[in-house]
């Protein structure tokens, strides 16, 4: 079964930093794409950031330059650095493994206090 743990949300001012950490268990993490949503209330869920199993990395517009995701083969975990962080990055941050199947984590709140 595979299962995806999240850790790292909570709340910061405006110009902080927040790391997340999804652990993955259950699954081939190496041959997987790993990336991190998010969905802000009353808006729908968007990408912000996802690693292939390579190290290509992608960002939303609105993270570049902000965010920095990188993973751990080893570890079967993926991160997320959070930099200058701003109200509007106020959101539910989930998770995500896909390749051959999709799975999700449980969503973790981020907050950024203006």
């Known amino acids: 079964q595979v299962r995806l743990v999240e850790s790292g949300g909570g709340l910061v001012q405006a110009g902080g930093s927040l790391s997340l950490s999804c652990a993955a268990s259950?699954?081939?993490?190496?041959?997987?794409?790993m990336g991190w949503h998010r969905q802000a209330p009353g808006k729908q869920r968007e990408l912000v950031s996802s690693i292939t199993s390579g190290g290509v990395t992608n960002y939303a517009d609105s993270v570049k330059g902000r965010f920095t995701i990188s993973r751990d083969n080893g570890k079967n975990t993926v991160y997320l650095q959070m930099n200058s962080l701003k109200p509007e990055d106020t959101a539910v941050y989930y998770c995500r493994m896909w390749g051959a199947d999709d799975y999700w984590g449980q969503g973790t709140q981020v907050t950024v206090s203006s």
């Open positions: 259950g699954s081939k993490f190496s041959i997987n794409v």
